[in-house]
Structures are given as C-alpha cells and as structure tokens.
C-alpha cells in the first residue's frame, strides 16, 4: 500500500487512472494522512498538466473536497482544453455538460482573466535583479525589455489564456537570442532566464486567484 504513496519516478500513480487518484485520496483522507493526500495531489496534478488524465473528474472530486491547488490546476487544464469554446453564449447554461453552472463560471473567469495577464504580461517582462559585476544595469533592464517583446511577438499557436506554456515558449526563444546574450552582462542575462521560470511557479501557485477560487 505505500508504495502507492510514493511520489516518485516508479510510483503507480505514474500510470494510475482518474479512478485510482480518486481512491488513493479517499484512503489518506480516512486514515487522516494530510502529506500522503498532498503528495497524491501533487502526482495528479502533474498528470493532468501532461495532458495525460482528463481533469474533469479531479475538478467535481477537488470542488467537493475543497482541494484548491488540484481543482485550480484541473480548472487550468480544461479551460486549455475547451479553448474559445468558452466563449460560446450557451456555455454557462449547457444542459449537456456534466459539470455544474458553477464549475463552468469558474472556468470562464479564469478564461478571462489569464487572457488579460497575458496582455499585460507580453509588454512587462518579470523583473531581475542587478548581477554584481554588472555596472550598466539599465542597459541590461532596456535590451531584455526589448527582446522579451519581440519574443512574445513571435508567431505562436499556445493560446493567449495558456500563460505557462506561453512563457515556457518565451524563455526558450529567449535562451537562444544572440542579442540577449551579447547586450546583457552574464549573471543579468542568468538572472533575467530564471525570472521567467519564478514568474511561472508564481503564477502556478496563485491560478486560484485567476479562477475566481477562495
């Protein structure tokens, strides 16, 4: 039985269905085992990102257990999924969908939302700080603004609401430009890198605020 707990490579939740996640966390939740259930958590949330578990059944099971970080994530996920298809005037009122009208209004606040953070986002680009041997610090701060724009100008086919795939795609851009890395100091262009993937935890760990969640 713990070898299913285990949030590791070879764990069984690797390969495990909707249904085992659903089981697993209804056994932590009975012998009272708040790090299992999170670690449990944590593996289905993964899951769900890859693509590789519909997040439907982790949203009705996360919003009965009020489990914020797996039901924003599954939220997260499915928005991706449905795409302008939440914008449609029936969408709310679906008589078709299984999930509730609530569950379908979280989802086009987040809809709107992250689609707005991105607007936002593409012109600001995560602030750095000031490497030590760097001594033209605005120099660095102007040209990263400027290919952090230019990057996020490029052609893309992530949709605009799927802000983590999108600054994903960014940052590699961003790792290959030849004027990045001649115009910033070393350790400012190191630390401009990082700052995209700090803003992506950022953002991963606050999708509860983009979806309208308590």
């Not at 033209?136 to 996020?152: I, T």
Request: proline share 6%.
């Amino acid at each position: 039985m713990s070898s299913l707990f285990i949030p590791a490579a070879n764990s069984p939740l690797r390969t495990a269905s909707n249904d085992i996640f659903f089981r697993a966390l209804r056994l932590a939740s009975l012998y009272r085992l708040p790090e299992v259930s999170s670690a449990v958590q944590v593996k289905w949330i993964t899951r769900i990102l890859w693509h590789e578990l519909s997040p439907v059944p982790a949203i009705i099971l996360a919003d009965r257990c009020d489990f914020r970080s797996l039901l924003s994530h599954a939220y997260y996920t499915h928005m991706v999924e449905l795409g302008v298809r939440l914008t449609e005037s029936n969408f709310i009122s679906d008589p078709s969908s299984i999930l509730t009208r609530k569950h379908r209004t979280h989802l086009l606040a987040g809809y709107h939302s992250l689609s707005a953070y991105w607007k936002h986002l593409r012109i600001s680009p995560p602030p750095f700080e000031q490497a030590p041997q760097c001594k033209l610090h605005r120099q660095c701060c102007a040209a990263w603004k400027m290919r952090w724009s230019v990057a996020c100008s490029r052609p893309c086919s992530i949709p605009e609401m799927d802000v983590l795939r999108r600054l994903r795609f960014v940052e590699d851009l961003l790792k290959e430009d030849m004027l990045v890395e001649v115009c910033l100091a070393s350790g400012c262009r190191a630390l401009a890198l990082d700052s995209i993937s700090k803003k992506r935890t950022d953002i991963s760990n606050n999708l509860h605020h983009h979806f309208d969640l308590a």
